[in-house]
């Protein structure tokens, strides 16, 4: 930021994947009440990507227990 030429800047990856159809979008009753449709798992790339973390946290658990047995 600090190196750009700007005085202001906005984030808008997220609207990029909803205009590009990418993200499905929540039903509207859960977009009334303020609430985003990650939350939810609206997304199948969100939802991939939080099971691969909970695959490696368990494979790290896993190896530091076995390590311990030798």
């Known amino acids: 930021m600090d190196t750009l030429p700007v005085k202001a800047a906005m984030g808008v990856g997220g609207a990029f994947d909803y ?19 990650y939350m939810f798992g609206w997304s199948t790339v ?4 939080q099971l691969a973390l ?3 946290v368990l494979l790290v658990v896993k190896e530091v227990f076995s390590r311990g047995k030798k």
Not at 19 to 37: D, K, T
Not at 46 to 49: E, S, T
């Open 46 to 49: 969100a939802v991939k990507r």
């Open 54 to 56: 909970v695959h490696f």
């Open 19 to 37: 205009i590009s159809g990418e993200v499905i979008r929540a039903p509207y009753i859960i977009r009334a009440m303020g609430l985003n449709g």
